[in-house]
């Protein structure tokens, strides 16, 4: 059977306070990157059942919920319970410069991955320079 020792309570207990707890959990990891035309947000979200996972954008506020539940039955009989159980949101303030009307979201593996293409507007392109007259440089975009 598994022992229930642990000399780190009242620190763990402290540190639930400010950072969330296992009811409420205060952080949904994330990694934000920017690979050539595509914006990527990839989130942790570990035996998060992927039908409970809402993923909205508004006014280029994206917002990811999703849910973790502890497993229920009769027979259960809970041990242990350390991993964050609950409903977990995160939002991501996005630019003007995404076009979140084509984003794609895929879930595998407990990683749930958003894929943001970059607007065309926002896109380096080549300004033409022309010499007019006198001298006089006109740029054409």
């Given at each position: ?95 003007d410069t995404l076009d979140t009307d084509k984003l794609e979201a895929g879930y595998e593996d ?32």
């Amino acid at each position: 059977m598994l022992m229930r020792t642990d000399p780190f309570r009242e620190i763990d207990r402290i540190a639930e306070q400010f950072f969330g707890t296992t009811a409420r959990p205060a952080v949904m990891h994330l990694d934000a990157y920017r690979d050539g035309d595509y914006f990527y947000a990839v989130f942790d979200l570990p035996g998060v059942d992927p039908e409970s996972i809402d993923c909205t954008v508004e006014r280029n506020v994206l917002t990811v919920r999703a849910e973790r539940r502890r497993p229920a039955g009769d027979g259960v009989e809970l041990v242990a319970a350390e991993r964050p159980m609950g409903s977990f949101t995160r939002q991501l303030f996005l630019g003007d410069t995404l076009d979140t009307d084509k984003l794609e979201a895929g879930y595998e593996d407990g990683v749930l991955t958003l894929r943001i293409p970059v607007a065309e507007r926002a896109k380096p392109r080549r300004v033409s320079i022309s010499v007019g007259n006198n001298g006089r440089k006109q740029i054409n975009a």
